[in-house]
């Protein structure tokens, strides 16, 4: 996502930066540049791009953060040297936590946070897919208008990028939480696409439950989720033309052997009701079968053979 974003705002004329800590990446974008494939064709930007820690004194005017939830606490650290007095922090991250985390590197009122339906492959080291279109929504912490985001959305939209300011930025991530505390973990548990979950007559009651310990928890911070709404996106994705046989991105960890969000996301849940003297047995119980999924991954059997 940081080189679709990137080679975009490159393309409209900005100064672009890409920082990431995988050496093989970063190498193949400074010799042969960084290649983007989409519907129109594929292209070649010149870009630069450095290995993590940020040059330290060479300040950002902005910096967006795209890491996996669980590297947040390690990138911003890496990527301190690129905040000054007046950089503004972006984080389209998925799941909780990326929002304490930052605050320790930058002050409240120069963190933006928000989200992003943009999809994006990457098909190996300087190469790209960016796939179909989509929106970010973002925001400033505190309720209500800000210039930061303004400034942002603005920058976002005319380099090709939708995007548009939302007054309760909170909401709108607590929204995707709940949509990945069900979608992400139900598809990665079932290892199964999105569209497959069409096939279970029982999913609006489980997901219905997974959704009221969100929705919960979500009320206790102050924040509402709106179970109804929740529902109906996640059905809506069923249609094949919406999602295909997309795999959620948990799946997609597993099948990798990386290690998942979910502790961002259903074991968030599950880890603040307790703070809140809640239960969320639900997402406790999901939390621990993707850790178990984690764990066993390359055991798993993949076809069952009868006996003669």
């Not at 791009?49 to 967006?64: C, K, N, Q, T, Y």
Request: aromatic share 4%; charged share 15%.
């Amino acid at each position: 996502m940081g080189c679709r974003f990137g080679g975009a705002l490159l393309l409209a004329g900005h100064d672009v930066l890409l920082l990431d800590g995988w050496p093989e990446h970063v190498s193949a974008i400074n010799v042969a540049g960084l290649r983007i494939d989409d519907p129109g064709g594929s292209r070649v930007l010149q870009v630069p791009a450095r290995v993590f820690p940020a040059p330290a004194g060479e300040h950002a005017d902005l910096l967006i953060v795209f890491t996996k939830a669980t590297a947040t606490a390690a990138v911003a650290a890496a990527a301190a040297g690129a905040i000054g007095p007046s950089t503004v922090v972006l984080t389209l991250q998925n799941g909780l936590g990326n929002i304490e985390t930052l605050l320790q590197y930058v002050p409240d009122s120069r963190l933006l946070a928000g989200t992003t339906t943009l999809g994006t492959e990457l098909l190996g080291p300087g190469h790209i897919r960016a796939l179909g279109s989509g929106e970010t929504v973002l925001g400033a912490l505190q309720p209500g208008p800000s210039d930061h985001a303004e400034r942002t959305v603005h920058a976002l939209s005319a380099a090709g990028l939708p995007a548009q300011a939302a007054d309760d930025v909170l909401g709108v991530i607590w929204a995707k939480v709940a949509f990945n505390c069900v979608m992400n973990a139900l598809c990665a548990i079932a290892s199964i696409p999105v569209s497959a979950l069409a096939l279970y007559d029982g999913f609006d009651a489980l997901a219905g439950s997974i959704l009221d310990e969100v929705a919960a928890v979500a009320a206790a911070e102050g924040v509402t989720v709106d179970t109804a709404a929740s529902l109906r996106l996640m059905k809506a994705q069923f249609d094949p033309s919406a999602s295909g046989d997309h795999l959620a991105s948990t799946l997609q960890d597993l099948m990798n052997g990386r290690a998942t969000e979910v502790g961002h996301l259903n074991g968030a849940i599950a880890s603040r009701a307790v703070a809140h003297g809640l239960e969320a047995p639900l997402n406790a119980l999901i939390t621990q079968l993707i850790h178990l999924l984690e764990a066993t991954w390359p055991r798993r059997v993949n076809r069952l053979h009868a006996e003669a």
